[in-house]
């Protein structure tokens, strides 16, 4: 016989039960997505209810197929629905800044646009944390947010770099450059990685595993950054690029 156990094999953050998420949505934890059985009637209480608070509390609501479900809830009854909670903190914009001025060092940040795989996700962070960036900027709807896989998949780095999560990423980008950080986008129509100052405050963004950048996020960027492509594949991994793109960063801010 196996040793598997649903109770303890449950994504940590992850609320089943109708009662339970409505709950969760009307208390202080942070919460990432709903998800509702395809099946489900979207009226009748509780589930009116259920999408009543998430819309107040501009939370993402799923329609996702049983079997998706089973497998979430891993043996436990769900009742057709369930609610990913955050495993972690989130910071604010200006905590970011602030660690940035702690350290006496122009702010480095990284954003995430509308990254939804959560090992992606995992490994920016992980990677962020090391090149020493001041933090990582994720939107609030349309993107993977802090479970218990990104942190695993970071190795613990989640514990130590501050992730902001924001309503509006166009709005958020405008906010930055307001306040002198210069905006770089990852894509491939975009000037050489390697000749581009990243000395200064700088944000560098990364688009989704299949779109790359949204198009609003993109014409609000100061600039494009491109990493070349000699092989016969034309795209890299969000987080490789991401990597890549710190780095650089780190090189010039460390060259003597």
């Not at 109708?18 to 489900?40: M, Q, S």
């Not at 602030?98 to 990677?127: K, Q």
């Not at 924001?166 to 990852?186: D, F, M, Q």
Request: aromatic share 4%; proline share 5%; charged share 25%.
């Amino acid at each position: 016989m196996g040793n598997s156990n649903p109770k303890r094999d449950l994504e940590e953050g992850l609320v089943l039960g109708r009662n339970a998420v409505i709950e969760l949505l009307k208390g202080p934890r942070e919460v990432e997505c709903i998800y509702i059985c395809d099946d489900v009637p979207a009226r009748g209480q509780p589930i009116s209810r259920i999408v009543a608070l998430a819309k107040e509390a501009r939370v993402p609501v799923k329609r996702v197929d049983v079997r998706r479900l089973d497998t979430l809830a891993n043996g436990l009854n769900h009742q057709g629905v369930a609610a990913q909670a955050a495993a972690f903190h989130y910071c604010t914009v200006e905590e970011l800044f602030a660690r940035a001025a702690a350290r006496g060092e122009p702010p480095l940040l990284v954003i995430a646009d509308s990254i939804e795989d959560p090992h992606n996700l995992g490994a920016i962070i992980r990677t962020a944390e090391a090149a020493g960036a001041h933090g990582l900027i994720i939107p609030k709807r349309g993107g993977a947010g802090l479970t218990a896989i990104v942190g695993r998949t970071s190795a613990g780095a989640v514990e130590h770099l501050p992730v902001a999560r924001v309503t509006n990423l166009v709005s958020t980008i405008k906010e930055l450059k307001a306040r002198g950080v210069w905006i770089y986008g990852a894509d491939a129509s975009g000037a050489r990685w390697d000749q581009t100052d990243l000395t200064g405050p700088s944000a560098l963004v990364i688009g989704s595993e299949g779109f790359g950048l949204s198009r609003l996020v993109r014409e609000t960027c100061d600039a494009l950054l491109s990493l070349p492509m000699r092989g016969e594949v034309n795209s890299l991994n969000a987080s490789v690029a991401a990597g890549i793109l710190m780095y650089e960063a780190v090189r010039q801010r460390t060259k003597r």
